[in-house]
């Protein structure tokens, strides 16, 4: 039942026409010089996103099979434990016919965890590298966290969650962005991807968002 649901959601996933990309995460080495630059560091979206949500908060945009994501996952949850008072937002690209069918899973695991599953599903998919979970690897996950496989593969399938992978696809469409990790500062700011030379260490990155969660 599981490999027909996962046959099934690849065949009816979105076909999408341009190239999405994983983009390497910044390695932590040496300092930079910390002056921030539009168009170089950072763009402003056309279109903001989740503005529903209270300042200040970062977006990630992922695929929990793209190694920067899984990378650039232990320095973001470093600036987690730093700020607090910073929300997260996890919504998973659907570029791809596997992107949504991933996406799929995400979401429907996110809904039923209530919480953020995005640490456990990219250690998952690190640990099936460089293969990409099938059916059956799936449903051992979904067990392993104590969830029953065939309820959260119905979710998977439900409008609710593919009215969240249908404006995943539609905000990074119309925001141009074309690869992940994709951070977006307070739903206006996405840092640029790749980043520049002079972000190289974690402290950089930190000093960048930091300086984009006080613009207004």
């Not at 027909?4 to 910044?26: H, K």
């Not at 995005?118 to 449903?139: H, I, Q, R, V």
């Not at 609710?160 to 307070?186: C, H, K, W, Y």
Request: charged share 20%; glycine share 6%; aromatic share 10%.
């Amino acid at each position: 039942m599981i490999r027909q649901w996962l046959s099934a959601a690849v065949l009816a996933a979105v076909t999408v026409f341009f190239i999405s990309a994983c983009s390497e995460a910044p390695d932590p080495e040496a300092s930079g010089n910390g002056g921030f630059v539009t168009g170089k560091h950072y763009l402003v979206l056309d279109y903001p996103v989740q503005q529903g949500n209270t300042e200040p908060f970062l977006v990630e945009y992922l695929w929990v099979g793209c190694p920067y994501c899984q990378r650039i996952e232990p320095i973001l949850q470093a600036y987690k434990d730093q700020h607090p008072e910073v929300s997260m937002v996890r919504i998973h690209g659907a570029l791809t016919q596997r992107w949504t069918v991933d996406g799929s899973i995400f979401h429907a695991l996110e809904m039923k965890a209530e919480r953020d599953i995005a640490p456990e599903m990219l250690e998952f998919y690190a640990s099936k590298a460089p293969d990409l979970p099938d059916g059956e690897d799936l449903t051992d996950f979904i067990e392993s966290l104590g969830f029953d496989p065939d309820e959260v593969f119905a979710m998977a399938s439900s409008a609710e969650v593919a009215g969240i992978l249908e404006t995943s696809f539609n905000d990074m469409q119309q925001n141009n962005i074309r690869g992940v990790p994709a951070i977006v500062v307070n739903g206006r700011y996405v840092l640029a991807n790749p980043l520049p030379e002079d972000i190289v260490s974690d402290e950089d990155y930190f000093a960048l968002l930091n300086y984009l969660l006080t613009r207004d």
